[in-house]
């Protein structure tokens, strides 16, 4: 039995070494693009700035640590066509620029995600980089090396944009970030995004919203970029604007794809297609809180799909015994002294998906405020009105990562705000204030769904 893997980072390596130990004889190749596998790409912006000093740190497991399990890597090697009524494969050495066929019993596609950049005039020009692999991040660090630039222009304010200006801001440029929303890191709600604005400006990152880059200008190199009135003086570019889900394989070879146009599959991760599964960036779920579709691309979920996915494609035909039950989209990111969290629906998501909610903000300590070196964070829930359930969370400030945490088991648990008010949570000056701010918050909530139920009655 041949197990053949697209795909070599996140899910594709976590795929094929659950496949090894559920299947100790199977044959396991994985086939990689890039020249290098299983890498974390979520640490590149912090090797750009020398936070992560050295490059290795970032392959978790080279070709050579597979082949000891048995698992056969190829890099550099592209899949271009699958077949499925054959179950053969096309496959292009990218050393050597030509092709040739291979064949698969089992396939798991964990063909990831890629930046996209609209077309903007100027985006050939020396200087403007995506950041997606390990070798942009070579590409960008020889850029620096050789040219110095003093200036940088971030295009886009998601979490990735917003993580590479600090870096760059560390290597002591001058920073602007470029966004065409009105807002920074637009998942969240404004009263957050407001917040992460307000630092990027006090830590000296020029922030620039409502605008949408028309052009970058250089003769050869970029020197500048332009939109509305303003022209920025700008020696590098990173442009941060989005990524998409990579399924023209799959899609050619009639793998469905779902309604946000990421490959659909069942709770098995398995695809409309006999013998294929697909995992990690390149598939869509289901969000938790509002039972909708959803592509939430990060690299935690791309692992855990690819767990099930690869136990799924080991195991004897037809039992499939592993399910992947959703996501709540919970991620967090660092914006020079602030964590920003966020699991389940914003307030926006939430009213967008036909909810009618409450919420409740808090600002609290992060400690006991007599603590020595206590700091500030901010917490906001939002409940189901029906129900009082909770379906989403923010928190920004220290200590927003355990926060954001405690508020995804909530969710996951489908516990309601009267819950959370009695959570018995660990107390120590050191590490809170004496209620955390989810009790606080889930107080606050409490006290709403109080007021609005005696409304009610005052008006029968
Ligand atoms: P990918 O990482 O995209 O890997 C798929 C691989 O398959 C790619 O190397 C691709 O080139 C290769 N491939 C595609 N098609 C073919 C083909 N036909 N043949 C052969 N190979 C092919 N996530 C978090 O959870 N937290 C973070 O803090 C975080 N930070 C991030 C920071 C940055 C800068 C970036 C870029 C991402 C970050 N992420 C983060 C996202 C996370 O890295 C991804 O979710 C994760 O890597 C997805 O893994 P994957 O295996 O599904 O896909």
Redesign the pocket.
């Known amino acids: 039995m041949r197990l053949v893997v ?9 795929a094929a070494s659950r496949a090894r130990r559920v299947a100790p004889e199977m044959e396991i190749s994985i ?4 020249p ?2 299983s ?7 912090y090797f750009l700035s020398g936070i992560v000093e050295k490059r290795s740190r970032l392959v978790a497991r080279t070709p050579e640590d597979f082949a000891e399990k048995k698992i056969e890597v190829l890099v550099r ?4 066509k699958i077949d499925p009524e054959t179950k053969k494969l096309t ?1 292009r050495n990218l050393t050597d620029d030509m092709t040739f066929e291979d064949h698969y019993d089992r396939l798991i ?7 996209i950049c609209p077309p903007i005039p100027g985006d050939d020009l020396d200087g403007v980089f995506n ?3 390990l070798s ?2 070579d590409n960008i660090m020889s850029y620096i090396r050789e040219h110095s630039p003093k200036g940088a222009v971030v295009v886009g304010g998601g ?2 944009g917003l ?2 200006a600090e870096n760059l801001h560390h290597l002591g440029m001058e920073v602007a970030v470029v966004e065409a929303a009105n807002e920074v890191a637009g998942v969240y709600g404004s009263e957050v995004s407001r917040r992460i604005e307000h630092h990027l400006k006090e830590k000296g990152v020029s922030v620039y919203v409502s605008a949408e880059v028309e052009e970058f200008t250089g003769d050869g190199r970029v020197s500048g970029v332009k939109f509305g009135e303003e022209e920025l003086s700008a020696g590098l570019v990173i442009a ?1 604007i989005g ?1 998409g889900a ?1 399924t ?2 799959a899609k050619e070879a009639g793998v469905k794809l779902g309604e946000t146009g990421a490959i659909s599959v069942d709770r098995h991760m398995q695809t409309n297609i006999p013998d294929v599964w697909a ?5 869509e779920t289901i969000n938790l809180a509002s039972g909708e579709a959803a592509w939430v ?7 855990q ?2 767990r099930v996915a690869g136990t799924n494609a080991a195991s004897p035909d037809g039992e499939n015994p592993l399910e992947f039950p959703g996501v709540l989209g919970t ?3 660092r914006v020079f002294d602030l964590g920003i969290g966020k699991t389940g629906l914003s307030e926006e998501e939430a009213e967008a998906a036909g909810f009618s909610v409450k919420c409740a903000s808090v600002e609290s300590p992060n400690r006991a405020g007599y603590f020595p070196g206590a700091g500030e964070v901010f917490l906001k829930l939002i409940a189901d009105v029906d129900t009082g359930r909770i379906i989403g969370a923010e928190a920004l400030g220290a200590g927003a990562d355990k926060l954001t945490d405690v508020c995804a088991t909530a969710i996951w648990g489908r516990l309601s705000y009267p819950d959370l008010v009695n959570l018995d949570l660990a107390y120590a000056p050191p590490y809170g204030p004496t209620l955390s701010p989810v009790i606080q918050a889930a107080m606050v909530l409490s006290g709403k769904f109080e007021r609005s139920t005696e409304g009610v009655r005052s008006t029968e």
């Open positions: 697209v795909g070599g980072v996140a899910a594709g390596t976590k086939y990689q693009d890039e290098d596998i890498i974390s790409e979520c640490g590149l912006p090697h592209r899949v271009e496959v596609i964990a063909t990831g995600a890629s930046a950041l997606r692999f942009d991040a979490y990735i993580e590479v941060a990524i990579n023209d394989l995992a990690g960036d390149c598939v691309p990060l690299g935690d979920t791309a692992n799909m690819g991620g967090i990111f």
